[in-house]
């Protein structure tokens, strides 16, 4: 079975903490992202990468940055967490050609 | 930033109704995609519509992108307790298939 696979499920970081956040996918797939979930605002998109050491900012990156040294392994980092940070973030792969999303099930993190 | 906006936000209805999801932008899209998430999963791929007009049928959904393609629309018809999620639609701007905008989410919930 095909998988994207987020490192955790449930995170609780304390306000200034640098926070990793690990996403690791077994398809080949060349694109990778990052997006938050928040009740009445849909996904919205952190950073993508087409390729190895690759990044893009998406729609809100402000907080955050990404690391993918390899083509399996895409990373955000939350460079010094606050609690407006406190959100569900999911990771997805896809080829560029294709059509279509693969999710990983998320990481519910929250900043105290 | 494209916008996708679905409506309705919230539905609750028994099994065996009918109801249909909108999603609509002022924007044009390339390919149109709908995802179902359940709680404390990731989003995964339903269908995607590329062609204006297009209609995608899968077993009780029927999907139908707009001539224009700016809108799109999901129906199901006799409504299942498994149907119950969250409903996103997602957008690829002109030019690409890999970035993907997402729609702001309608949760139904399906009771017997």
């Known amino acids: 079975d095909v998988k994207v696979t987020q490192s955790s499920r449930y995170l609780v970081k304390r306000t200034g903490e640098k926070v990793f956040l690990e996403c690791v996918q077994d398809m080949d797939h060349e694109n990778m992202f990052w997006y938050r979930q928040d009740p009445g605002l849909g996904l919205r998109l952190i950073y993508f990468s087409y390729d190895v050491k690759m990044k893009e900012k998406g729609d809100i990156p402000e907080g955050y940055s990404v690391s993918r040294e390899k083509k399996e392994r895409f990373s955000l980092i939350l460079e010094s967490a606050s609690t407006n940070q406190t959100s569900m973030y999911l990771c997805a792969s896809s080829f560029p050609w294709a059509y279509g999303y693969t999710f990983g099930s998320g990481t519910r993190l929250t900043v105290v | 930033t494209q916008l996708l906006e679905q409506s309705p936000q919230f539905l609750s209805i028994q099994e065996g109704e009918n109801l249909t999801v909108y999603c609509n932008s002022s924007?044009?899209?390339?390919?149109l995609q709908w995802y179902r998430q359940e709680p404390g999963e990731g989003p995964v791929l339903l269908v995607t519509?590329?062609?204006?007009?297009e209609v995608k049928k899968l077993k009780r959904l029927t999907f139908q992108f707009g001539d224009a393609r700016k809108d799109s629309s999901l129906h199901i018809t006799a409504a299942q307790p498994g149907d119950t999620g969250l409903y996103l639609c997602a957008g690829a701007a002109a030019g690409t298939a890999s970035k993907l905008t997402f729609g702001t989410g309608t949760r139904l919930q399906v009771t017997l």
């Open positions: 924007s044009v899209f390339s390919s």
């Open positions: 519509v590329v062609t204006g007009g």
